[in-house]
T-cell receptor, first 117, second 116 residues
């Protein structure tokens, strides 16, 4: 069972509001990720981090920002939410395979479903 | 560029039937990793299997089996004697060693419904 937690699970907010989606993991993993999942199911990587103070943009451009001040915490922030941001956001973490530079499986949280009115 | 295609958007079968979920991938790397994940209604993705490109042995785990064929760039997933609890969305994913296998690219997903 993965120890990675996301809050809130569901959020409905109005346009223009600032929101932060929280993600925490207790496995000590260095690598963390945010994926955005379309209503049509497809997942797209929007942010990832190799470790503390490391953040990178993913394959899908996103207006959100992330920070990684602590190993276990990788919050995602939208400064001004819009209806186009309505989606499910999934956080994940992983660690290196022992003795390699290759990451192993990703462990996922249950997701945060955001609806912007 | 890497790409994963799951051509079957939705599959519906009756319980106890066998079902195969198709996955075709594209990559220019010779070293890469393939994954299958299950997403039940609760939302989280559950890891099922990881296979590297040098290991073409098929794998069986209980009612689940995976058929990896590099010649056709496919990594298909079969559920034998399906059960209602197998109903979920299943994702195939790929990561490339040239990127340190740090990022996964997912297919579009296949929604599997097992009817009693």
């Amino acid at each position: 069972e993965a120890d990675i937690y996301q809050t809130p699970r569901y959020l409905v907010i109005g346009t223009g509001k600032k929101i932060t989606l929280e993600c925490s993991q207790t496995m000590g993993h260095d690598k963390m990720y945010w994926y955005q999942q379309d209503p049509g199911m497809e997942l797209h990587l929007i942010h990832y981090s190799y470790g503390v103070n490391s953040t990178e943009k993913g394959d899908l451009s996103s207006e959100s920002t992330v920070s990684r001040i602590r190993t276990e915490h990788f919050p995602l922030t939208l400064e001004s939410a819009r209806p186009s941001h309505t989606s499910q956001y999934l956080c994940a973490s992983s660690e290196l395979q022992p003795g390699t530079v290759v990451t192993g499986e990703l462990f996922f949280g249950e997701g945060s479903r955001l609806t912007v009115l | 560029a890497q790409k994963v295609t799951q051509a079957q958007t939705e599959i519906s079968v009756v319980e106890k039937e066998d079902v195969t979920l198709d996955c075709v991938y594209e990559t220019r790397d010779t070293t890469y990793y393939l994954f299958w994940y299950k997403q039940p209604p609760s939302g989280e993705l559950v890891f099922l299997i990881r296979r590297n490109s040098f290991d073409e042995q098929n794998e069986i785990s209980g009612r689940y089996s995976w058929n990896f064929q590099k010649s056709t760039s496919s990594f298909n997933f079969t559920i034998t004697a399906s059960q209602v609890v197998d109903s979920a969305v299943y994702f195939c994913a790929l990561s490339e060693a040239s990127q340190g296998a740090q990022k996964l690219v997912f297919g579009q997903g296949t929604r599997l419904t097992i009817n009693p």
